[in-house]
């Protein structure tokens, strides 16, 4: 079975820092694209960062210079670092991986970020 699990988040203060991971099995990870989302309360489920299986990445421009999408393709995982966190980053964090030819998409469970003062 597919299977997508988060693990990272938690509580932290504006301008600290956390490590999303997610790790996936069942699929061949390393042909797949992958992305986080994230859903904060009374809004839709919205992109973050993607990275293509050949390492292409591309953000949200309300984090662009603040996050980095990887992947670790040996380990199946994806991360995503999150420096100078805001309270607007607050919200459910969900990863998702694609492959270009399908019309198929997998998630993960999502993790909590929650940054407050």
């Known amino acids: 079975q597919v299977q997508l699990v988060e693990s990272g988040g938690g509580l932290v203060q504006p301008g600290g820092s956390l490590r999303l991971s997610c790790a996936v099995s069942?699929?061949?990870?390393?042909?797949?694209?992958a992305g986080w989302y994230r859903q904060a309360p009374g809004n839709r489920r919205a992109l973050v960062a993607t990275?293509?299986?050949?390492?292409?990445?591309n953000y949200v421009d309300s984090v662009k210079g603040r996050f980095t999408i990887s992947r670790d393709n040996a380990k199946n995982t994806v991360y995503l670092q999150m420096n100078n966190l805001k309270p607007e980053d607050t919200a459910v964090y969900y990863c998702?991986?694609?492959?270009?030819?399908?019309?198929?998409?997998?998630w993960g469970q999502g993790t909590q970020v929650t940054v407050s003062s």
């Open positions: 990275i293509t299986s050949g390492g292409s990445t």
């Open positions: 069942g699929i061949d990870f390393s042909t797949y694209t």
């Open positions: 998702n991986s694609n492959h270009p030819r399908s019309l198929f998409e997998y």
